[in-house]
């Protein structure tokens, strides 16, 4: 048996499906001087990946009595919250009636009402849509912790419901979670502004250049096994 490396693409293929070939004579690879800045620049999009790539898990930013300790907060704040959201919510009827309108009601319709609403009864409406979002996010948070996991997107949306005063644990369990998460990105910051930049990873850099541009110039290929 041997295996047998068919290329598949002529040139005029590889124009059209590998652009970049056609590129490089107009966009020339980085020299070094500024390979080795953009090599030890660390880019706001990566800090941020880093930054969400903190542990999630709740036990390692607090212990099981502090884990249910906070789940105990956040479903007593629900259940507290539940009178405060149907006074919201009458309020805004009062003042919207398409408020709870269903699908079956012409949007036309519903949007015209609304772009009739003064501005602060624009507000009374809007309040109460955030409550009822945060409220709802707020049970959703509560679920996760009870799951062993800090939910970063429902602890966003409930942060108008929650405070040290009504959840004095939790809001320390998330002190340290947010603090891991910045610390994480700290640490990817320091990484990449100490990576090597010395003769050696730049013969590195040139070695990984000449194996894309083979790979660019000659097309992909596919193996294939033949008797």
């Not at 707020?138 to 959840?167: E, I, M, T």
């Not at 002190?175 to 013969?203: G, K, L, M, T, V």
Request: hydrophobic fraction near 35%.
């Amino acid at each position: 048996m041997t295996d047998t490396a068919l290329r598949t693409d002529t040139p005029e293929q590889q124009a059209i499906h590998y652009p970049e070939t056609t590129r490089r004579a107009s966009n020339p690879m980085p020299d070094r001087a500024e390979w080795t800045i953009r090599h030890r620049t660390p880019y706001s999009s990566d800090i941020d990946e880093a930054r969400n790539d903190a542990s999630t898990l709740a036990v390692h930013h607090a212990s099981e009595q502090e884990i249910e300790a906070a789940t105990r907060e956040l479903d007593t704040l629900w259940k507290t919250t539940a009178r405060q959201v149907r006074d919201a919510n009458k309020q805004a009827r009062a003042v919207y009636p398409f408020y709870d309108a269903k699908r079956d009601v012409p949007w036309r319709e519903v949007s015209d009402a609304y772009d009739a609403l003064s501005d602060q009864h624009k507000q009374t409406v809007e309040d109460a849509r955030d409550l009822v979002d945060a409220r709802k996010h707020l049970h959703a948070l509560a679920k996760s912790l009870r799951g062993g996991y800090l939910d970063r997107f429902a602890a966003h949306r409930a942060a108008g419901l929650l405070d040290p005063q009504s959840c004095p644990v939790y809001s320390r369990i998330s002190a340290r979670y947010n603090a891991a998460r910045d610390q994480a990105a700290e640490d990817y910051e320091a990484r990449i502004r100490s990576r090597p930049i010395d003769d050696e990873a730049w013969a590195e850099e040139l070695r990984r250049r000449e194996s894309n541009e083979a790979f660019f110039r000659d097309g992909p290929i596919v193996r294939r096994t033949v008797a």
